[in-house]
């Protein structure tokens, strides 16, 4: 629920209300729920009893402070039609049944656009890679859904819950380290706050200034690129195939969305150097269309629009930390990935639903939130996807992102062995879908 002012203490404090945040939220609300339930069904055995100093799971406080005024769910324009430039976001078949898990993917689910099939190319050159999700027997290989649908889901839960503190806007001045967790000043209209917090999950993106004031460093290695991000009309119906289309600059992503009128649209994210996103973000329209057609190709008909576009550069970064006594770093501010495959925020989710998964096991067994014992249990859980991940997406980065010739000899015999080995397409299928076990 939203709330005008913070109480002193909390059990868990989120800071960053965006996808990572308030998923990350909603998430142990419904960890905690259903092991209240357990508990009130009798479930444990009496030795197994908490005592009464003990807090039911139902009791726990988790507090989102997000910095930004979110739109709440009852306000009309947030569930309008998407425009054209609706900003989106490629789910994997694994976040889907992360978020069923949550109670909240049969409110997305008439507004995603499945991804039933993946076309890999090389661009010039031979060696493709498809897959089906009939092959796999899922619903669909990934989805993909609009920022503000998405947006709109977790705001509703987050107002909705009365275990959950929705302030904003505001945000974290101070923060101090103690032995019971985490000391905050959290300001808003100009007033500070004191908050003491069992658990600090940081979720404020890649560029958190808490991290700066804890002295948590970031390894960082820039690729050299910039992406462009737009909403593009093609001619023809995308069929629900995605393209990941490997060129001279790096990867280009086409994502399929749901038709918008008789539009048929689909997502950007094309891959180019600094000085190329620079000329192009002021290209005009049909030139840009041109060099666009040229470096996709016709598999969609005629490129008809380009709607607004978005440029950042890109990079691998890495927290040297992800916990500290009282703290946990979650999204983009414990790892930002390169775009290519779609993995970053599906790998965040994957992270959310550990962590909040952990943190329930914790409440039952009495533990304190914040201990590193407990936190230590989440990134046991975590550590091998993430390496994994992040291995991945970088070494597809830099060999597609190359024109030496051994290079081009190593992807074009890679993307023809994933076609025709089962054992390698069905790991790079499960790594494609979100569901590469911890094994």
Same mark, same amino acid.
């Given at each position: 629920?939203?709330?005008?002012?913070?109480?002193?203490?909390?059990?868990?404090?989120?800071?960053?209300?965006?996808?990572?945040?308030?998923?990350?939220?909603? !998430?142990?609300?419904?960890?905690?729920?259903? !092991?209240?339930?357990?508990?009130?069904?009798?479930?444990?055995?009496? +030795?197994?009893?908490?005592?009464?100093?003990?807090?039911?799971?139902?009791?726990?406080?988790?507090?989102?402070?997000?910095?930004?005024?979110?739109?709440?769910?009852?306000? %009309?324009?947030?569930?309008?039609?998407?425009?054209?430039?609706?900003?989106?976001?490629?789910?994997?078949?694994?976040?889907?049944?992360?978020?069923?898990?949550?109670?909240?993917?049969?409110?997305?689910?008439?507004?995603?656009?499945?991804?039933?099939?993946? +076309?890999?190319?090389?661009?010039?050159?031979?060696?493709?890679?498809?897959?089906?999700?009939?092959?796999?027997?899922?619903?669909?290989?990934?989805?993909?859904?609009?920022?503000?649908?998405?947006?709109?889901?977790?705001?509703?839960?987050?107002?909705?819950?009365?275990?959950? +503190?929705?302030?904003?806007?505001?945000?974290?001045?101070?923060?101090?380290?103690?032995?019971?967790?985490?000391?905050?000043?959290?300001?808003?209209?100009?007033?500070?706050?004191?908050?003491?917090?069992?658990?600090?999950?940081?979720?404020?993106?890649?560029?958190?200034?808490?991290?700066?004031?804890?002295?948590?460093?970031?390894?960082?290695?820039?690729?050299? %690129?910039?992406?462009?991000?737009?909403?593009?009309?093609?001619?023809? !119906?995308?069929?629900?195939?995605?393209?990941?289309?490997?060129?001279?600059?790096?990867?280009?992503?086409?994502?399929?969305?749901?038709?918008?009128?008789? %539009?048929? =649209?689909?997502?950007?994210?094309?891959?180019?150097?600094?000085?190329?996103?620079?000329?192009?973000?002021?290209?005009?329209?049909?030139?840009?269309?041109?060099?666009? %057609?040229? =470096?996709?190709?016709?598999?969609?008909?005629?490129?008809?629009?380009?709607?607004?576009?978005?440029?950042?550069?890109?990079?691998? &970064?890495?927290? =040297?930390?992800?916990?500290?006594?009282?703290?946990?770093?979650?999204?983009?501010?414990?790892?930002?990935?390169?775009?290519?495959?779609?993995?970053?925020?599906?790998?965040?989710?994957?992270?959310?639903?550990?962590?909040?998964?952990?943190?329930?096991?914790?409440?039952?067994?009495?533990?304190?939130?914040?201990?590193?014992?407990?936190?230590?249990?989440?990134?046991?859980?975590?550590?091998?996807?993430?390496?994994?991940?992040?291995?991945?997406?970088?070494?597809?980065?830099?060999?597609?992102?190359?024109?030496?010739?051994?290079?081009?000899?190593?992807?074009?015999?890679?993307?023809?062995?994933?076609?025709?080995?089962?054992?390698?397409?069905?790991?790079?299928?499960?790594?494609?879908?979100?569901?590469?076990?911890? &094994?």
């Amino acid at each position: 629920m939203r709330i005008q002012l913070p109480d002193k203490n909390y059990d868990v404090v989120v800071v960053g209300g965006g996808m990572v945040g308030a998923s990350f939220a909603c !998430a142990l609300r419904q960890e905690l729920n259903r !092991a209240a339930d357990k508990d009130r069904r009798g479930y444990r055995p009496n +030795h197994e009893r908490k005592d009464e100093k003990e807090k039911d799971p139902a009791e726990i406080s988790i507090l989102v402070v997000e910095a930004v005024d979110l739109a709440s769910s009852s306000d %009309q324009t947030s569930t309008a039609q998407p425009s054209f430039d609706a900003r989106s976001t490629a789910l994997s078949y694994g976040s889907s049944q992360i978020l069923e898990a949550m109670g909240l993917w049969q409110q997305l689910k008439d507004s995603a656009c499945p991804i039933e099939e993946i +076309h890999v190319s090389d661009r010039g050159r031979i060696g493709t890679t498809r897959l089906h999700y009939k092959d796999y027997r899922v619903d669909a290989l990934g989805y993909v859904v609009d920022n503000k649908e998405l947006g709109v889901v977790l705001n509703s839960v987050m107002e909705s819950s009365s275990s959950i +503190h929705l302030f904003c806007p505001a945000s974290i001045s101070a923060i101090k380290p103690t032995a019971a967790g985490m000391d905050l000043i959290v300001n808003s209209d100009s007033l500070g706050h004191s908050i003491s917090a069992s658990l600090v999950v940081l979720a404020d993106g890649g560029r958190s200034p808490i991290c700066e004031q804890l002295g948590l460093e970031q390894r960082v290695q820039d690729y050299e %690129q910039h992406a462009l991000i737009a909403n593009i009309g093609f001619k023809k !119906a995308h069929r629900n195939i995605a393209f990941e289309r490997f060129t001279d600059t790096g990867p280009l992503a086409v994502l399929p969305l749901k038709t918008l009128g008789k %539009q048929n =649209r689909a997502a950007l994210v094309w891959t180019l150097t600094a000085e190329q996103s620079a000329e192009y973000m002021v290209m005009a329209e049909e030139e840009l269309l041109e060099k666009l %057609q040229e =470096r996709f190709g016709n598999r969609l008909g005629k490129l008809q629009h380009i709607g607004e576009k978005f440029c950042y550069p890109l990079r691998l &970064s890495v927290a =040297r930390e992800q916990l500290r006594p009282g703290l946990v770093l979650l999204g983009n501010v414990a790892h930002t990935l390169h775009p290519v495959a779609g993995q970053g925020l599906n790998l965040a989710l994957r992270d959310v639903a550990a962590l909040a998964s952990t943190l329930s096991e914790a409440v039952a067994d009495g533990a304190n939130l914040g201990s590193m014992d407990v936190l230590q249990q989440y990134i046991c859980k975590q550590e091998l996807d993430q390496k994994r991940t992040i291995m991945f997406t970088d070494t597809i980065t830099r060999l597609f992102s190359s024109n030496s010739r051994s290079k081009i000899l190593a992807r074009k015999f890679g993307l023809i062995a994933i076609d025709l080995m089962p054992s390698i397409k069905q790991e790079f299928a499960e790594q494609a879908m979100g569901l590469s076990t911890n &094994s």
